[in-house]
Each structure stands twice: as C-alpha cells, then as structure tokens.
C-alpha cells in the first residue's frame, strides 16, 4: 500500500474506534492493528497520537464543511439560516466523538477549513442583510452564531444529564437569532440610515454593479462600510 493509502486506512480505522470509544478516546495500537501496519509506521505519517488526532479532525471538518456548502439554499434566508443550525446540531448528534474532537478548542490545525465554515455562515447571514433582516455586521454576527451553536452542541456530549433537554438548542438559537436578526424590513429601526448602508453594502456584495468602475465601486464600499459602523 502507498503512504497515501495507508494514511486513508489510518484516518477511517481511528474515527470508526473514536465512534465505538465510550469515553471517546482511542489507542494507537488499536489503529494500527485494524489497518495491520506496525506502530512505527503511525507515528512516521501523523509523527505522535495528537496528530493522528488532528488530522481525523481535520478530515472530518472538510467533509462537515462540504456538507454545509451543498445544503439547499431557498429564497428566505432566515429560514436557511435556522436549517443551518438544525443541521449543525444533529451532526453532532450523529458524529459526538468526531465532533468534539472537531470543534474542540485547539492549535491551529484545521483553521483553514474552521474558516471556512464561518464564511459558509457569513455568506447568509449577508443575504440576511440584503433584506434588511439584520441589524449588526454579518461577521460579528457569523462569530456570534457559530460560537452559540459550537457551545449548546459540546454542552450536550460533554454534560448530557445538565443539557439534554431537546428543547434547549431551539431556544438558545432563538435568543442568539433575536440579538442579531430583525423583520426584514428597514422601517422601524433606530437607524434607518444606517440599516439602509448596511442593506445595500449586502446587496452590492451579493449582485456587484456594472455602473461603477472597479475604483468608485471600492469607494462606495468603504463609505457604505463607514456609514453602517456601530456608533
């Protein structure tokens, strides 16, 4: 077998023994018996256990974030904004070792993929925006979110007995909704001004305009960037 091949074997063995584990922990022995290569051939791909570790978690945020790339996507973003919450609970409801080991804080390995899965969130959140359905940034809002959904779901592996209540993801994920969302409308906010900059930012980010030179485009971005500022 290639290294490439056995490196494969070495990631699908170690995430099936995570899944069985029950205290979500695994040997290396163990992997290397299930592909039947010698120990010193593990620690030669992944150099120790923690990164063989890494790198389950790290292919199992690629397949996490494919996932999220290929939900569906409709034309009411508050809606697919809340599916994608749903979405990222029962995948770790359905995966608790993988995910844990996934979302766990961590070094930097995988940053680029965790990234990613933010911009995924960001990117509705910015068709929120276009509808005037939300009221801060759709960055801080992207962070905010995710950070809810990431807690409310390691809550529920780690302390099954304090958070398994079924109804307790739906309403962190209305409050978290509430303090960034509104009715998709401009009319009655504070700051009409300021969610009408912020609106049309999304729109322009989402659609692009052939009005403008790539110069004046710029331009306004920044203007519209400086108008829809928290004060």
């Not at 570790?53 to 809606?79: F, S």
Request: proline share 5%.
């Amino acid at each position: 077998m290639t290294t490439d091949t056995v490196r494969a074997a070495m990631l699908d063995a170690a995430e099936r023994l995570l899944a069985a584990s029950t205290d979500y922990d695994i040997s290396t022995r163990a992997v290397c018996e299930a592909v039947g290569v010698t120990q010193p051939v593990l620690y030669r791909i992944f150099g120790d256990k923690q990164g063989l570790l890494d790198a389950v978690a790290d292919a199992g945020m690629e397949r996490y974030a494919a996932q999220k790339a290929a939900l569906e996507k409709t034309g009411d973003p508050i809606a697919d904004l809340t599916a994608g919450w749903d979405d990222h609970m029962a995948f770790a409801r359905d995966h608790p070792a993988l995910y844990q080991l996934m979302f766990t804080p961590r070094p930097e390995s995988g940053a680029a993929t965790y990234r990613r899965v933010l911009d995924l969130l960001e990117a509705t959140l910015v068709r929120c925006a276009a509808v005037g359905a939300l009221t801060t940034d759709p960055a801080n809002a992207a962070r905010l979110i995710l950070a809810a959904n990431v807690g409310v779901a390691l809550s529920q592996i780690a302390r099954p007995r304090l958070f398994s209540d079924p109804r307790l993801s739906h309403e962190a994920r209305d409050a978290v909704f509430a303090a960034v969302l509104t009715e998709p409308s401009p009319r009655g906010q504070a700051d009409p001004v300021r969610a009408a900059a912020r609106q049309l930012r999304s729109q322009l980010a989402l659609s692009g305009t052939t009005a403008l030179e790539d110069a004046e485009a710029a331009l306004l971005d920044r203007w519209l960037d400086r108008i829809a500022a928290e004060p």
